[in-house]
T-cell receptor, first 116, second 112 residues
Framework: GAGVSQSPRYKVAKRGQDVALRCDPI?????LFWYQQALGQGPEFLTY????????KSGLPSDRFFAERPEGSVSTLKIQRTQQEDSAVYLC??????????????FGEGSRLTVL | LAKTTQPISMDSYEGQEVNITCSHN???????ITWYQQFPSQGPRFIIQ???TKVTNEVASLFIPADRKSSTLSLPRVSLSDTAVYYC?????????????FGTGTLLAVQP
């Protein structure tokens, strides 16, 4: 596709369930980011991949959060034993560049997670 | 890591020029300044990026003073469709530090 695709767009989970959120970045984009956006707040950095390598996961809020990009394209953000505070929109962004200070981030529309 | 500060909200009328200022006192030498626009239920969308002085594209201008501790996004002749949240972003990625930090965002409300 032409843009970053995320699925599912909406996910409702019961507290304690595991969820998996998928991101299809723009083809050929080396860099991939995950952000978490709570209602009324700006996006908060979670993790960054350069191809298949997860170079920075310092933003992941707990060890219940896990992200992977095994073949350097599609990425999955997994949240285990979901809690109510995990409710947020999870945004994926990709960028063509690898090591750079510039470059436009292309965002998907996000996956809205609601934990009951 | 450079943290940004923006006004929480601004009001304007159609046809006016709007200037949104972002403070980033701890900006690093290699950091670029980028602005994004976000509509409800959508991901942020790139508007403009700069390093110093002035940058202009078809939708906006970005003014950066010599000390680079702030920047101003200028939207000429806004319309109702410009109502959105605008984020100032400072940072870099690819090396040891990969956080591209979004500010609090400025909610711009354009009225008829």
């Amino acid at each position: 596709g032409a843009g970053v695709s995320q699925s599912p767009r909406y996910k409702v989970a019961k507290r304690g369930q595991d969820v998996a959120l998928r991101c299809d970045p723009i083809s050929g984009h080396v860099s991939l980011f995950w952000y978490q956006q709570a209602l009324g707040q700006g996006p908060e950095f979670l993790t960054y991949f350069q191809n298949e390598a997860q170079l920075d996961k310092s933003g992941l809020p707990s060890d219940r959060f896990f992200a992977e990009r095994p073949e350097g394209s599609v990425s999955t953000l997994k949240i285990q034993r979901t809690q109510q505070e995990d409710s947020a929109v999870y945004l994926c962004a990709s960028s063509l560049g690898r090591v750079t200070n510039t470059g436009e981030l292309f965002f998907g529309e996000g996956s809205r997670l609601t934990v009951l | 890591l450079a943290k940004t500060t923006q006004p929480i909200s601004m009001d304007s009328y159609e046809g006016q020029e709007v200037n949104i200022t972002c403070s980033h006192n701890n900006i690093a030498t290699n950091d670029y300044i980028t602005w994004y626009q976000q509509f409800p239920s959508q991901g942020p969308r790139f508007i403009i990026q700069g390093y110093k002085t002035k940058v202009t594209n078809e939708v906006a201008s970005l003014f950066i003073p010599a000390d680079r501790k702030s920047s101003t996004l200028s939207l000429p002749r806004v319309s109702l469709s410009d109502t959105a949240v605008y984020y100032c972003l400072v940072g870099r990625y690819g090396g040891a530090t990969n956080k591209l930090i979004f500010g609090t965002g400025t909610l711009l409300a354009v009225q008829p």
